[in-house]
């Protein structure tokens, strides 16, 4: 479990830096988040109604997932056998 969650770690870590590293690259060639999303027909606030609409319908579609699945995943754990 604890090597699991060590390799989930070491690879958001692994992102976040090669993400900073192409910030720069991208930053000394003068190139801007919002020039690229102008290059594919985006605005920044296009892009942020468009994580709002993805959320208003994740959410709640989480939420009424959850109330089946949590309540058949506690009784399956409680019955499941004892380890050692």
Do not use: C, H
Not at 23 to 35: D, R, T
Not at 40 to 47: A, C, D, K, Q, S
């Amino acid at each position: 479990m604890a090597g699991d969650m060590l390799r989930v770690l070491s690879a958001i870590i692994k992102i976040g830096l090669a993400s900073l590293a192409t910030g720069v690259v991208l930053s000394a060639l003068n190139i801007s988040a919002a020039e690229l999303l102008a290059e594919i027909g985006l605005t920044p606030e296009n892009v942020f109604e468009l994580l709002q609409q993805g959320a208003a319908w994740a959410i709640p579609n989480i939420v009424l997932g959850s109330l089946v699945i949590v309540p058949i995943w506690l009784v399956t754990y409680l019955l499941r056998p004892p380890r050692n």
